[in-house]
C-alpha cells in the first residue's frame, strides 16, 4: 500500500485567493481525518468523516473552511478566500483504528 | 470532552540515557492510548501504542505503560540515541472510528 497520498506537497498562494488541499487514504481505512499544525497551537483536529460523512467538524476554525468526501478514496479541504494566518501544514489521517498520516501540505499565503 | 495533558513539554537526554514522557487523560472511557514521533519536516508516525486492557507492552527500546485507576501513561525510551530526537505526541481514543485526542508533544533531545 502506498500509505496516505496528499496533494499538493507545497503551496504557496496569496491572501484571498482559494485553495484545495487533497487526501487519498489507505483502501479499506473507515476513518479520515485533517489536521493542523503550527509552531504556536500545535496539531489541531479540524475535522473526521467516518465512512464518507462528517461526524466532527468542531475544530473547523470557520466558514471560509470546508471539507468533502466524496467516496472512500478522496477527501478535499477547501480554503475559500485564504488568509495568511493559514500558513501552516496540513495533514491527512486514515484510520480502522490505528492512525495512517499522509505527508503533509505546507501551505504558505502572503 | 477528552483533554489529554503531556508532560515535560521539552526533555534533553545524554546519549544512553533513559527518557520518559508522561501523559494524563481525563475520560475514562478511553480505550487506546497511542505514541507517535514526529522527526523535524516529516509526518506523525505510530510507534507503539497500548490498549486498556494491557498495563505495559515493550518493542524494542521502547516501552508504554498504563495505569487506568490514575489515568495516566508514560513512554519510556531506553539507551537513547541522537536518532530520538524528534516531538513525541500521546494520545487517547475511546472510539473505534479512530479519533484521538492529542497531547501537546514533547521535544527530545539526545545530546550525543
Known amino acids: 500500500d502506498a500509505g496516505v497520498i496528499q496533494s499538493p506537497r507545497h503551496e504557496v498562494t496569496e491572501m484571498g485567493q482559494e485553495v484545495t488541499l487533497r487526501c487519498k487514504p489507505i483502501?479499506?481505512?473507515?476513518?479520515l481525518f485533517w489536521y493542523r499544525q503550527t509552531m504556536m497551537r500545535g496539531l489541531e483536529l479540524l475535522i473526521y468523516?467516518?465512512?464518507?460523512?462528517?461526524?466532527?467538524d468542531s475544530g473547523m476554525p470557520e466558514d471560509r473552511f470546508s471539507a468533502k468526501m466524496p467516496n472512500a478514496s478522496f477527501s478535499t479541504l477547501k480554503i475559500q478566500p485564504s488568509e495568511p494566518r493559514d500558513s501552516a501544514v496540513y495533514f491527512c489521517?486514515?484510520?480502522?483504528?490505528?492512525?495512517?498520516f499522509g505527508p503533509g501540505t505546507r501551505l504558505t499565503v502572503t | 470532552g477528552e483533554n489529554v495533558e503531556q508532560h515535560p513539554s521539552t526533555l534533553s537526554v545524554q546519549e544512553g540515557d533513559s527518557a520518559v514522557i508522561k501523559c494524563t487523560y481525563s475520560?475514562?472511557?478511553?480505550?487506546?492510548f497511542p505514541w507517535y514521533k514526529q522527526e523535524l519536516g516529516k509526518r506523525p508516525q505510530l510507534i507503539i501504542d497500548?490498549?486498556?486492557?494491557?498495563g505495559e507492552k515493550k518493542d524494542q527500546r521502547i516501552a508504554v505503560t498504563l495505569n487506568k485507576t490514575a489515568k495516566h501513561f508514560s513512554l519510556h525510551i531506553t539507551e537513547t540515541q541522537p536518532e530520538d530526537s524528534a516531538v513525541y505526541f500521546c494520545?487517547?481514543?475511546?472510539?473505534?472510528?479512530?479519533?484521538?485526542?492529542f497531547g501537546d508533544g514533547t521535544t527530545l533531545t539526545v545530546k550525543p
Open positions: 494520545a487517547a481514543s475511546k472510539d473505534n472510528a479512530g479519533k484521538s485526542t
Open positions: 497500548i490498549r486498556s486492557n494491557v
Open positions: 468523516f467516518n465512512n464518507n460523512v462528517p461526524i466532527d
Open positions: 475520560d475514562s472511557a478511553s480505550n487506546y
Open positions: 489521517a486514515s484510520s480502522n483504528y490505528e492512525q495512517y
Open positions: 483502501s479499506g481505512h473507515n476513518s
